[in-house]
Each structure stands twice: as structure tokens, then as C-alpha cells.
């Protein structure tokens, strides 16, 4: 059997990798490995021929990374193992908050905008918006993945908007509140 062992993810000292096992009793065999890796930033991946028994890679905040391993002996075409395949799912980001929110009224569409979470781009982010105002005060959050909000803006009225973020299907992962806030014009400026 030619099959590696134990293969599993380390991260010492910021230098996230892939290691395991030569195959049993393997030791006198001239081994090298047939490495895949793959995650969303690289859905193909191209093998690389190594002797190593690591793999080295850049992590990504939620992003999957797998790593497919097929062993074989050097010189001796034939002599390989069926393949080994080990995921590791990249941590979501620490901080979560949204970034920048502002006012915009863009051809009389009044709207508050905002920027996500620093290294959240391969992160699957949901908003949980709530909206609040004088006619409004009783906001009802909304979920939305845009990183917009319209609402009708009126006069000397205070337009409150608090974001959460959080990463879709990953439980607890969430951010506190952002609030941030626009008064509506006075009439006749």
C-alpha cells in the first residue's frame, strides 16, 4: 500500500501547510508525491511532483482548501497509490464589522452604502440591516447580502442604520453592531 498516512493541516508560526506520513515501510523506496491543491482562488489545480512530505500555501479567510495526494515509487511507472485527499476550511475573518458606511442620494435615490469586512472576499456575508427613522422607530431587520440600503429619506427626519454581519451558515460568527446615521434635509435647501 502506497497510500500516505496522517495527513492533516498546520499552521506554526503563521506558515499554514498540508504534512503526513510516507507510506509503511517505505523507507528504502525512492518516493515521490503527486500533490493537487485546490481552493475557490485556484479551482484547477495543477499537480506538482515533490519528495517532500509537506505543502505549503497561502490561507484564505472561508475558503476550502484541499489537497489531493498520489504516491509513487520513482522509475517504476506503474507503482502508485490510489489518491488521498484532506480538506481544511480557511478561519473566518476576526473582525467582521463593515467598513465605511455613508449617505448617498444618487439621481434622488437616497441610500446608505458601506464596505465589507476586510479579507472577507471568499466569505459567503449576509447583512442583517435594520432601518430606523421618526415615522419609523421600530425598525424591522432585514437580511440582505447587497452592500446597500434604500429607504425614503424625509425632511428633518433622523435616518438610523445599524449592520450586523455575519458569514453564512457558520453558526456564531458575527459581528457587534454598526450604527450610523443621516438627517434628511431641511425643506426649501
Known sequence: NLEV????FENLESNPRFVWDPPDDSDLCDIE?????TNQLSPNGKPEITRDTFFDFTLYHCSDNRIT???SVYNEGDSQSGPVTYAHRGPTPENLEVQNVKFENLDSNPRFVWDPPDDSDLCDIEYKVEFTNQRSP???PEITRATFFNFTLYHCSDNRITIITSVYNEGDSQSGP???AH???TPGK
Request: no cysteine.
Open 33 to 37: 508525491y503527486k500533490v493537487e491543491f
Open 183 to 185: 438627517r434628511g434635509p
Open 138 to 140: 421600530n425598525g424591522k
Open 69 to 71: 495526494i498520489i504516491t
Open 5 to 8: 498516512q496522517n495527513v492533516k
Open 178 to 180: 454598526v450604527t450610523y
